[in-house]
């Protein structure tokens, strides 16, 4: 990185991390209608930041739902572009009493910043636009052509981004997109994802009598809708954890013999993991597999909780007429999507219990994916995250999807980098989300990095 950019952060330390507090201030949780206009005040705090960064024909575009945000800087003819993403919506704080400090009032402890979306994803998303910033005040220029876009509906699936990204391929057309979303591998250790399992999640919904009815008189004649699911669901996976969904392994490709070596040099403890980011009393899943290929390059089922009957305080003799589950199946590269909702279906009704109806409804179906490790924009990345924190970068899978990163894979054609910096404790989704500052710093330089090597 060149040293008027460094000292350019150095200097703006404050100022970056003032930005940031105000950003993670904005309550932008997406699935909440009450939140409609927390969503708008977040879409125009991007859209001002972008602007006061120096990008150009910066633009919140409308869509069905959330806003996006677009906005570029193409003024380095010959060079490569790069579309950056992120995301501005983050998930409800709830519960909200197991916060040590409010979820929306960022809060500095131990060297981290605690804040609902502070590593997922305002703080990774921000440090592009600093990145942008640092090298435009310093150098005048870009060294390469930018977009942004930036979306407000990732964790309610994403279908505003998806319809315009495959509507507007000629206006995002790039040579590489750049997502920080995802974390080193450990502290320190420069990490780029090059695998992401898919999704299919599905409400899977019981029917039994034509109402509640009173246990006393029709216990022992009536169908109970939350016993035909519970039956349904513990039938999805064995005693061991293999999935029993006909079919559903076939299309799943083993990891490369040299990829699963280069895991084993990963700095990987099972009791760590257990103890400090699981924290049961025993893991869990497929037998036959490591924990690391388990998680990455294994499909996994899950339920994700279960709706139906009574479960106030008290006692309510009813025999339930509806219950709910809704359920996930994360997929890996090769696995066909559309195949496996079938399978699912199939499974459902050829398990579903004497005297229960059942009906799936499909919310989402995104396929995991593959990025050629090999890439120009891959290895330079790799070798700026390398120089940057001064030690070799590694790459790893990600048990999580990102379908944006599948989306631009069809309908522009390019790959991505997933160049993340959170920490695999930052507990995204949970209480007590954090980031590291040191780490937001630190990605501005990397990114920054990334854009003069790759531009060079």
């Not at 929306?104 to 910033?133: C, W």
């Amino acid at each position: 990185m060149s040293k008027a950019a460094s000292a350019y952060v150095d200097g703006n330390r404050e100022r970056f991390f003032g930005e940031l507090d105000a950003f993670l201030r904005i309550p932008s949780i997406s699935t909440l209608p009450e939140h409609q206009g927390d969503i708008e005040r977040a879409s125009e705090f991007v859209a001002g930041s972008l602007r006061a960064a120096g990008m150009e024909h910066v633009e919140i575009v409308a869509t069905a739902k959330h806003p996006l945000i677009y906005a570029d800087w193409l003024h380095a003819p010959g060079k490569p572009t790069v579309l950056c993403y992120g995301h501005y919506d983050v998930q409800p704080p709830d519960p909200i009493e197991l916060w040590k400090s409010p979820p929306f009032e960022p809060t500095l402890r131990d060297g981290n910043i605690y804040a609902r979306g502070s590593a997922d994803d305002k703080g990774q998303m921000y440090m592009h636009v600093k990145a942008v910033e640092t090298l435009l005040a310093v150098h005048g220029k870009l060294p390469v052509n930018v977009k942004f876009l930036v979306e407000g509906e990732e964790e309610v699936g994403g279908a505003s981004i998806a319809k315009y990204v495959a509507e507007n391929a000629e206006k995002l057309k790039a040579d590489v997109a750049l997502v920080s979303d995802t974390a080193l591998y450990a502290e320190g250790i420069p990490t780029l994802c090059i695998g992401l399992r898919g999704l299919v999640y599905v409400e899977v919904e019981a029917s039994g009598p034509m109402r509640d009815l009173h246990s006393g008189l029709y216990g022992g004649a009536a169908p109970n809708a939350v016993f035909g699911l519970v039956e349904i669901l513990a039938k999805l996976k064995n005693a061991e954890g293999a999935i029993q969904i006909p079919g559903v392994y076939d299309d799943v490709a083993p990891p490369a013999a040299a990829e699963k070596s280069s895991w084993e040099s990963l700095p990987f403890s099972e009791a760590a993991f257990l103890e400090k980011e699981v924290g049961s009393t025993r893991l869990t899943g497929e037998p036959g597999y490591g924990v690391l290929e388990r998680i990455w390059a294994r499909p996994a089922l899950e339920v994700h909780g279960i709706a139906g009957g009574f479960t106030g305080a008290g006692a309510k003799t009813v025999i339930p007429a509806k219950a709910t589950a809704k359920v996930s199946i994360r997929l890996v590269p090769n696995q066909d999507a559309d195949r496996v909702v079938a399978a699912f279906r199939a499974f459902v009704a050829a398990n579903t219990p004497a005297g229960i109806r059942t009906e799936v409804r499909v919310l989402s179906a995104s396929p995991g994916l593959m990025v050629n490790p090999d890439h120009p924009a891959i290895r330079v990345a790799a070798a700026a995250f390398a120089e940057i924190l001064e030690r070799p970068t590694v790459f790893v899978r990600s048990g999580g999807s990102i379908p944006i990163v599948g989306d631009f894979a069809n309908h522009l054609g390019i790959p991505t980098v997933l160049m993340g910096f959170g920490l695999p404790d930052d507990g995204l989704h949970s209480p007590n989300e954090k980031y590291r500052l040191e780490n937001y710093y630190q990605g501005i330089r990397t990114i920054a990095h990334f854009l003069e090597q790759y531009g060079a």
